[in-house]
């Protein structure tokens, strides 16, 4: 789940006694004394969204110790918006990290740097790697190793109320002109807002820095480039969409207040990806399911650009039961679990041949998102991704809200990068 990825990368708060504390506990190797069989307990932080996927992962999660009945799972609900500091104070203190952690895709890299993750090629973690896609597969690799398996990827979509569409009598928006004339139309016909634009977390932006062919930096290069004038033309699309009304923002509480919004009808349109559908169906206006629409976000003047998103799930290399959770990864990942995943939650699957089976062939929201996937931008897989998102939500969010220009929000972005990127241009 994507609640609020900008968080992730704030300064991290003083390290938490406490928590789950999987990777120290008395597990031991993760193997019996008697014939090797899997024994302790292994601590699994999950990152999803409570009240609709942390159930449906806890339940698999117990699942696991139908298959290894002398190993005991610890389940622990971590906030997505916390999970990442939260696991690099209780790494660093040696103390309350979990023995797997269910991340998002750009910390892996970060984690995998700084020696918190265990190398899992030529682990049980591992099997049948080439079936992984190669897109969700690459968020894992770091220097040549492999320090995660990918478990969910995703990408983004518009989301729009068919009915509210039809009664405006507007299409849906193919590109950002589109958006803004169907948005009129729409306030006209129905007095409602055309779209809810997300404005406390910049992953929100890049949809429109990839539509008008910019991105955050170019690691091959080691080039800054928020601030090219791709960048300045996407703060201004997303500024004169707020502006002009076509779409309404928010400067908290932006996950909880779109959802709200768009659940009640108060708003036709919001970008959101496969995370949401499961909350989304639990609103009113979406009691029929066939209510809820899905395309393709609105195409820049460069190209039509979403990010490639996902979540990987790792094993913490200080864990004292290592075999038992690269167990439980192997589980978690396999064809058969991403299977159940798809059927309850709609969530995409990272395997290749999990497309194949016929329920998840036949899933609609599969359907949408995959083709939707396979072009999506990967973000660079270094370290410093997962920081790149505190600066450039800071002056996104200023520049929906009136507070500075987008020629300023992008310059003062990049001199932030530049600061974090030592030697970079």
């Known amino acids: 789940m994507r609640r609020g990825i900008a968080a992730t990368a704030l300064v991290a708060t003083l390290a938490l006694a406490a928590t789950a504390c999987g990777g120290d506990s008395d597990g031991g190797s993760g193997k019996s ?135 405006a009598g507007v299409e ?36 429109f820095l990839y539509g008008e062919g910019g991105d955050l930096v170019d690691a091959k290069t080691k080039t800054v480039t928020i601030d090219n004038p791709a960048g300045v033309k996407a703060m201004n699309v997303v500024k004169d969409l707020v502006t002009s009304g076509a779409a309404k923002t928010d400067a908290t509480d932006g996950f909880d207040n779109m959802q709200k919004a768009f659940k009640s009808g108060d708003v036709a349109m919001m970008i959101n990806g496969p995370w949401a559908i499961a909350d989304t169906y639990a609103g009113d206006q979406f009691k029929d399911k066939a209510n809820l629409g899905i395309a393709p976000v609105p195409a820049g003047s460069a190209k039509q650009g979403a990010p490639q998103g996902g979540h990987n799930l790792g094993v913490y290399a200080g864990s004292k039961n290592l075999d038992a959770s690269y167990a439980f990864v192997d589980y978690m990942s396999s064809p058969e679990v991403q299977a159940q995943v798809t059927k309850e939650l709609n969530l995409l699957p990272t395997r290749t041949s999990v497309y194949a089976q016929p329920d998840v062939a036949k899933n609609e929201i599969v359907g949408f998102f995959k083709p939707v996937v396979e072009k999506a931008v990967e973000r660079p897989w270094i370290p410093e991704t997962g920081s790149l998102f505190a600066p450039l939500v800071t002056e996104y969010t200023k520049v929906l809200t009136g507070q500075a220009a987008p020629e300023a929000g992008v310059k003062t972005t990049a001199e932030a990068y530049r600061k974090l990127l030592k030697g970079w241009k």
């Open 172 to 207: 849906v928006p193919k590109t950002i002109a589109d958006l803004k004339t169907a948005s009129k139309k729409i306030k006209e016909k129905t007095g409602k807002t055309g779209m809810y634009l997300r404005g406390d977390d910049a992953y929100w932006f890049l949809s």
């Open 33 to 167: 004394s008697g014939g090797g069989e899997l024994a302790g307990e292994v601590t699994w932080w999950d990152t999803s969204t409570v009240g609709s996927e942390d159930k449906v992962f806890k339940k698999i999660a117990t699942d696991f110790t139908k298959k290894h009945p002398k190993v005991t799972v610890k389940y622990v609900n971590v906030p997505f918006g916390d999970a990442q500091n939260k696991f690099k104070n209780a790494a660093q203190a040696g103390s309350g990290a979990p023995d797997v952690i269910r991340s998002e895709v750009a910390w892996t890299p970060d984690f995998a740097d700084l020696g918190y993750l265990a190398p899992l090629d030529g682990t049980t973690a591992l099997k049948n790697a080439g079936d992984f896609l190669p897109q969700a597969a690459a968020s894992t690799k770091y220097k040549d190793k492999t320090y995660a398996v990918p478990q969910v990827i995703d990408s983004m979509g518009i989301f729009y109320n068919k009915k509210m569409l039809k009664d």
